[in-house]
Structure formats: structure tokens, C-alpha cells
């Protein structure tokens, strides 16, 4: 027979039952009230994250599979293939094209299908790209075909990150959520660092190799097949323990037809606008990054240098987020983008120039404090996702009341469905920024990159962070009460047909 444990609600001092046998590992969860204190320092909290850390290392899992071309394409032509260097950036590039829009899938079918359930399932096919990639990678006559095909299929790991950030949220009281996702997305984004520490050391090892050698002109064997192989099993380990150890939370079940309002919310899409300019510079940069440095300073060392910017842009994740929190979300924002107007100046007057050579080391820390500043960016956008949905749908409403309540919930569902989508959006820098390098001069584009965090800038200010903005987020609801719901969205996109103020359909 199950136990059950008596909790009283902060709240209204009604008492409250819970079957503790939903709590355990792999087992559905009916009962979860983050925000009732009692109840997360006795259960919700130990649950929560036991959830969190079982999704952080099958996110940076994923993270690395996503990445794994940037630094597999840099070694093609030196074992043989002949292939061009726009193809190859296109190859770096073609993975970013598929996480995004795969991720507007994941945003959705996430919430719908539970974290347990999804995370296990989204791991394990991860490993169909990676063994075909450590076959095909094996002979310098693969067509660029299959390439292209195998590199597509690599890019639905990218998408994990929407389902994993918008579901580890419902676990967290509102207080906390900025730390959790900051913690989830921070070392999640940390598998770009590692894939590009790692797969230059990985592929001398003959010792764990499966199948044949390539060679270098110079002779030197390599095993470019292990870049892949190696994570198969460590896929396989994760999917499993994400299946025995998470739990499938019912109250962050939410069908498509519910999650399909945030389409009509203008901050959907201008938070996205914003998300685009931090985590698609830091993935996009990300991806470029090897390719860049090989070809524009070809006497410096991809594997020495690549690595460090990913790994400064997703430790900064976590500061913003913390950082956030303390000033306002908005103006972290407006810092984060003009570092990253200033940082990418300086890298335009390091790069080479007619018969200026340029300097590496200006060019490459100036690109550091470009990732440092859209880490700082990526933690406070995510921050003001919530201040800025729960402002806009609490409006005149009482603490504790039914309409409460449900708006609370609304919101809650709105703002994990847009954060979802921005990172969805926003993973398509994966794709535009290698592709832009690989067809236009790499001065033009990144002109083309402080012109549109210009615009970042102003769009911020004018909405989010001047005094008489539309939906201020300088701050937070839990701790700016006198700023909460002073700014809402026109009563009638709130109401559902024939409903209650901000009930779900």
C-alpha cells in the first residue's frame, strides 16, 4: 500500500494529501505545487532535481551530436576528401537547418508527451546519425550527398534543448526558475566545448577505434570514426537512465491546441527577435568558429583555440541569468548586445587585409568576449520570458482568487511553450552564420551582425527596459510587486471564446 503524506498549503491553511509512490523515479506525477513551500522543502525539490541532473548530461549529450560536424568537416580534406571549402562550411552549416526547425516540433510534442518519456526517446535516436556518420566517414570516395544527408540527421540533437528547458521549468517554483534553466541550458550548451576539446585527442586513439585508419598526406593514421562512435554508448546509458530515473509531470501536460495562443502574443515573436541575437550568435558563431580559423589563420591550431569560445559563452549563461535577476532582465539585455556590436568591431579590424596579415590574438579575444557576451544574453532573455508573461496576465488580479489561479497557470503554459519556440527559432543561426561565411566576405557579415544587434538594442529599450515600456521586464514580478500586470495585452486576446479571464481552452 503506498504511504501518504499530510501538507497544508501556505495558502488559504487547507490540508493536502500526497500519494508519495508518484514521486519515485519513472513514475507519472499528478500532484506538483512548486510554489507551496511546505511541499517543495519536504518533496518537490528533491524531485525536481533529481529531474534537472538527470536532463543536463542527455542535454550536453545532444548538444555535442549537433556540433559534431563543425569539427569533423575541418578534417575532411586532410584525410582525402575533395570536398570545397563552401562545401564544407555548408556541411557545418546543414545541421543548424534541421535542429531548428526541429525544434518547433519538440517545443510542442515535449509538454505532450512528458519529460521521461521524451527525453529517453529523443537521446536514443541520436545514435542512428552518429554510427552511419563513423561508417561513412571511413572513405574519401562517400558522395557529398551522403554527407549532406548524414549531417541533416545530426541536427536533431539540436532540438532536444527546447523540450528539456520548457519542461525542466514546470518543476521549479517561479522563484528558482531562472537558476534551473540557466543551470540545464548553461551545461547543456557546454557539449559544443567538449565535442571541440575532445574530437581532435579522440581521433589519435587506435586503441578505441572500430574499423579501418585514414591517413594525412604526411601518413599520420586518424580515426575520424571515433568522433562518432564514442557517444554511442554513453547515448545509450543516458536514454536509460532518463527512462528509470525522471518522472512524466502531468500538470505540465499541455496539448498543441492550447500552446498554439502563443502565436498571437507579440512578445512571442519579439522575444524571439531578441533570442535570436544571443543564442544564435553563440551556437552559429559556434559552429563557424573552426572552420573560420582554419581558413583565415591557418598556422594556428583549431584544436588548441575552438573549444574556449562555446565553453566562455556557456559558462556566461549562468551569470546572466544571476545577473538578471539583480538588475532586470532587459538591461542585461541591452549590455549583452552592445559587447557583442563592440566585440565583433574589434574582430573586423583584427581579421587580415590585402597584405595586413591581421592578429590572431585580437581577432580570437575579441570572438571571446563576443561568445562571453551572448552567454550573458542567452541567461537574461530567458529570464525576462516569464517576468514578461506573467506581468502581462496577471493584470488587476488577486493573489490566492480562482482567476488568479488560472491566469497563473496560462502563463506558466505560455512561457514555456515561448521559450521553446525562441530557442527553435533562434538554433537557426547554426545554419545562416557558416553559410553566410561560406558565400559572402566574412567582413561583410559580420558588419551584417552589429547592423542587426543595433536593432536588438532598440527593440529591448523601446519595450522592455525604458521607463514607460509596454511590458517593462527590468525587474521581477516576485520582487516588484507594484510593477505586476500593470501592462497587459488588450483584454479581448486574453478571453477565449465564451471563457473565463485567461482560462485555457
Known amino acids: 500500500m503506498s504511504s501518504v503524506v499530510q501538507d497544508s498549503r501556505r495558502t488559504g491553511g487547507s490540508s493536502a494529501s500526497y500519494d508519495t509512490e508518484q514521486y519515485r523515479p519513472g513514475r507519472p506525477i499528478t500532484d506538483w505545487e512548486p510554489e507551496n513551500e511546505l511541499f517543495w522543502k519536504s518533496i518537490g525539490r528533491k524531485v525536481a532535481n533529481r529531474n534537472l541532473w538527470i536532463a543536463v548530461p542527455a542535454l550536453l549529450v545532444a548538444f555535442v551530436v549537433w556540433q559534431v560536424w563543425s569539427v569533423t568537416a575541418t578534417n575532411l580534406k586532410d584525410v582525402g576528401f575533395g570536398f570545397s571549402t563552401s562545401q564544407l562550411f555548408w556541411l557545418t552549416a546543414i545541421p543548424g537547418l534541421t535542429g531548428g526547425t526541429a525544434r518547433i516540433l519538440y517545443t510542442f510534442l515535449g509538454p505532450m508527451i512528458g519529460q521521461r518519456r521524451f527525453t529517453a526517446l529523443s537521446t536514443v535516436v541520436l545514435i542512428v546519425p552518429l554510427i552511419w556518420l563513423g ?8 558522395p557529398y550527398a551522403v554527407m549532406v544527408a548524414i549531417a541533416a540527421l545530426c541536427g536533431i ?8 528547458l520548457a519542461n525542466i521549468g514546470f518543476f521549479f517554483p517561479k522563484a528558482k526558475k531562472g537558476s534551473a534553466t540557466g543551470v540545464n541550458g548553461g551545461l547543456g550548451n557546454l557539449g559544443v566545448s567538449v565535442v571541440q576539446l575532445l574530437t581532435p585527442i579522440v581521433i589519435t586513439w587506435s586503441t578505441i577505434a572500430i574499423g579501418s585508419a585514414q591517413h594525412k598526406a604526411d601518413g599520420t593514421p586518424v580515426y575520424l570514426q571515433n568522433a562518432a562512435f564514442l557517444w554511442v554508448p554513453v547515448l545509450l546509458v543516458l536514454a536509460a537512465v532518463a527512462w528509470f530515473g525522471q518522472n512524466d509531470l502531468k500538470v505540465a501536460s499541455t496539448p498543441f491546441k492550447q500552446q498554439k495562443i502563443i502565436f498571437k502574443r507579440k512578445h512571442n515573436w519579439l522575444m524571439t527577435w531578441l533570442y535570436v541575437g544571443t543564442f544564435g550568435s553563440f551556437i552559429g558563431f ?3 568558429l573552426p572552420m573560420l580559423i582554419k581558413t583565415t589563420f591557418p598556422d594556428y591550431s583549431i584544436a588548441t583555440y575552438a573549444w574556449m569560445g562555446p565553453a566562455v559563452g556557456a559558462l556566461a549563461r549562468w551569470g546572466g541569468g544571476w545577473i538578471a535577476d539583480k538588475w532586470g532582465g532587459a538591461r542585461v539585455t541591452i549590455l549583452s548586445f552592445v559587447g557583442m556590436a563592440v566585440s565583433l568591431v574589434g574582430v573586423i579590424n583584427f581579421l587580415p587585409s590585402g597584405s595586413d596579415g591581421g592578429s590572431f590574438y585580437g581577432f580570437f579575444f575579441c570572438f571571446l568576449a563576443a561568445f562571453f557576451f551572448s552567454g550573458i544574453g542567452n541567461g537574461s532573455t530567458f529570464r525576462q520570458i516569464p517576468v514578461i508573461f506573467r506581468g502581462t496576465h496577471l493584470k488587476g488580479l488577486t493573489e490566492g482568487t480562482p482567476e488568479h489561479d488560472r491566469a497563473l497557470k496560462q502563463a506558466e503554459m505560455e512561457s514555456g511553450a515561448v521559450t521553446g519556440f525562441t530557442s527553435a527559432v533562434a538554433a537557426y543561426g547554426f545554419f545562416f552564420i557558416p553559410a553566410l561565411f561560406g558565400s559572402v566576405a566574412v567582413t561583410s557579415a559580420m558588419w551584417g551582425f552589429v547592423a542587426f544587434y543595433v536593432s536588438c538594442m532598440v527593440v529591448t529599450w523601446w519595450f522592455y527596459a525604458r521607463k514607460s515600456a509596454e511590458a517593462p521586464s527590468r525587474g521581477t514580478p516576485e520582487k516588484d510587486p507594484a ?10 486576446d486574453l478571453r477565449p471564446p465564451g471563457g473565463d479571464h485567461c482560462r485555457p481552452k
Open 135 to 142: 561508417i561513412a566517414i571511413q572513405d574519401p570516395t562517400t
Open 157 to 164: 540533437g539540436g532540438a532536444n534543448f527546447a523540450s528539456s
Open 286 to 288: 559556434a559552429a563557424a
Open 483 to 492: 510593477r505586476r500586470g500593470l501592462f497587459a495585452y488588450p483584454e479581448q
